[in-house]
């Protein structure tokens, strides 16, 4: 993630769009944060890092447009304020993990609280925060890969961030238990990764998808959607199991 993080700061981006499996989720939609801010605090044993970082209201509404457009069912979800430029969504951890290796590295005490007074600065970029329901069929995340690229086509330089860990069936102690599939799927998300080709992960089973509990396949086909419209070169950074669930990073760039 350190090396993802040095990659980002090299490319500059104007504005990350981030997709992550556990934030505000819309039966039948992709949710996009409708909201001024996103804040959020991550707590682990002792230690606490708290986040409160911009949302771009004109790339969100960008991208809405551009699923519309495209026919994908899209929720624009509010929270707290009910004026847009007092709305604040809380953040989770698959926001606020990746954002501190992209920009966003400082504890930003006293602010990861959607009522908290937002920083007098903001040291990373704006973000979009998406969230995919898994009830819409694969597809649907591929259209909307494609409807980023639609409203990326800009002058602006755009991130996109697809977040998630895979299987979570690696350890028999884990909340999950233990299942075979977890090897097997990720074995095969890392290949489709490594030989640059997301999209072939359209055709994991919703046995294999139960059963390994993974987490990032309806990103990855939004990544898939995106490369079909700005073909990019993949660098496969790192996959480990540290615990009961895989981990992968991977680096793209335009080609």
């Given at each position: 993630m350190q090396e993802l993080g040095r990659r980002c700061r090299s490319a500059a981006p104007d504005v990350i769009v981030i997709a992550g499996p556990h934030g505000v989720?819309?039966?039948?939609?992709?949710?996009?944060?409708?909201?001024?801010?996103?804040?959020?605090?991550?707590?682990?044993?002792?230690?606490?890092?708290?986040?409160?970082?911009?949302?771009?209201?004109?790339?969100?509404?960008?991208?809405?447009?551009?699923?519309?457009?495209?026919?994908?069912?899209?929720?624009?979800?509010?929270?707290?304020?009910?004026?847009?430029?007092?709305?604040?969504?809380?953040?989770?951890?698959?926001?606020?993990?990746?954002?501190?290796?992209?920009?966003?590295?400082?504890n930003m005490v006293g602010h990861g609280e959607v009522l908290a007074p937002a920083p007098a600065e903001d040291k990373g970029p704006p973000v979009v925060i998406v969230?995919?329901?898994?009830?819409?069929?694969?597809?649907?995340?591929?259209?909307?890969?494609?409807?980023?690229?639609?409203?990326?086509?800009g002058d602006r330089r755009v991130a996109f961030v697809?977040?998630?860990?895979?299987?979570?069936?690696h350890a028999e102690d884990g909340p999950y238990g233990f299942h075979p599939a977890a090897g097997e799927v990720d074995a095969l998300v890392v290949d489709a990764i490594r030989d640059n080709e997301p999209g072939r992960l359209a055709s994991l089973t919703e046995r294999q998808v139960q059963d390994a509990a993974i987490d990032g396949l309806w990103q990855t086909l939004m990544l898939a959607g995106l490369m079909e419209c700005v073909p990019m070169r993949v660098d496969l950074l790192s996959y480990e199991a540290p615990r009961y669930y895989g981990m992968l990073v991977a680096a793209y760039e335009p080609v």
């Open positions: 989720r819309v039966d039948g939609a992709i949710c996009l944060a409708d909201v001024a801010r996103g804040a959020g605090t991550l707590r682990w044993q002792d230690r606490k890092v708290e986040m409160n970082v911009p949302v771009d209201a004109e790339m969100t509404d960008a991208v809405a447009d551009a699923a519309r457009a495209r026919g994908v069912p899209v929720a624009m979800a509010g929270y707290a304020g009910n004026r847009r430029n007092q709305s604040v969504l809380p953040i989770d951890w698959g926001v606020i993990t990746p954002l501190w290796f992209l920009g966003h590295d400082r969230t995919p329901s898994r009830s819409l069929p694969r597809e649907s995340m591929v259209t909307f890969g494609r409807a980023v690229a639609d409203a990326a086509a697809a977040s998630c860990d895979w299987a979570h069936t």
